[in-house]
């Protein structure tokens, strides 16, 4: 970013595509720099300074995927790059990844996708920028814990830990800050219990390439290396995809497999508690989710009013009724059922 205005990248060798790219992101109030070829992306990459490479796939000369190989070696490595594909199947998203790409946007593509993707990538990257300013990045991070050696006294400081958490949440905050403050990793983490799932990530941005991966490589076995420093681990209940591993997987590996038993502890000490309910922080349950927490309460409340009924067919009805409601209730919505449903017992 050069005079505090972040600086998009954009290769595309469809003219017409290129030139609405450019107008879509300067209207965003970014500078842009317009190449047609991967050859000219890499030439205009040094001086250009970008934040954000927006790039096709498919070029002439150099396509995209050889492209996104040699700018990974010309820029920093949290400098996003975006690729713009009419290809989106498995393997297409994984040899994206493989190379060092950040996201994937479908062609044709849609323009508040678009738009969202490149504000979302930038403001992540510039973030990291600030930190490193204030000489919080991730790579002095890592230098001081080798120079001091402290890397075995990080892991071992949260396996003591790991044995007072007694809720989801306070495990999970105590790995994120292991993560991130003690070997300064860039990640995406998901958490997997019941019927819903937790993602995070260092920046409080969770890419949505990220979770594709995470989910696409869920039977490639427990840990899973990418050829640009990306590692992935893979558990029943989780799994870890960090960007910068470095010299800490074996590290990682060691708090990955405490953080996997602290998890089993959990639920064996809250047993009959349900996963939900001890866990708060940045929770999306799904629609089972809320209904197995509604229905608790809920049966309840059918058989006082089949009492009061006195009919089978009304309390059917009323059932049937409550369920189809519930269907795409936003979440202050589905806590005033609850609190409805509470007051009516």
Known sequence: MKNNIPRVLIAEDNRLTLQILGKLVGKMGYDTCLVEDGYEAMRQLPSFGPDLVLIDVSMPKLDGYEACVHLRKLCKPHVPIIFLSGKTRKEDILKGYEVGGSDFISKPFNHHELTRKIQIAVEGKLNIDRLAARGDSYKSSQQDALIKGEAYKIVEAFIQQSFH????????TGLKKTLRGGF?????LQVRLEDFSVNHSDDGV????????????????????FRVDRTLWTYKKFSLLVHNIGAWGEDVTLLLDTFQQALERIKSLQAGTDAFELFEIGVEPSLPMIKKIVRQQFEHLVGKVSLHLGDHQGTYEFSKDFEEQLVGLVNHEKKLILEKISDLE
Do not use: A, H, N, W
Request: net charge negative; with cysteine.
């Open 165 to 172: 958490y007694e809720r989801y949440d306070e495990l999970v």
């Open 184 to 188: 300064g990793l860039r990640y995406t």
């Open 206 to 225: 969770v890419s949505p390439i990220d979770l594709q991966i995470i989910e696409s490589c869920k039977e490639e076995g427990r840990m899973f290396e």
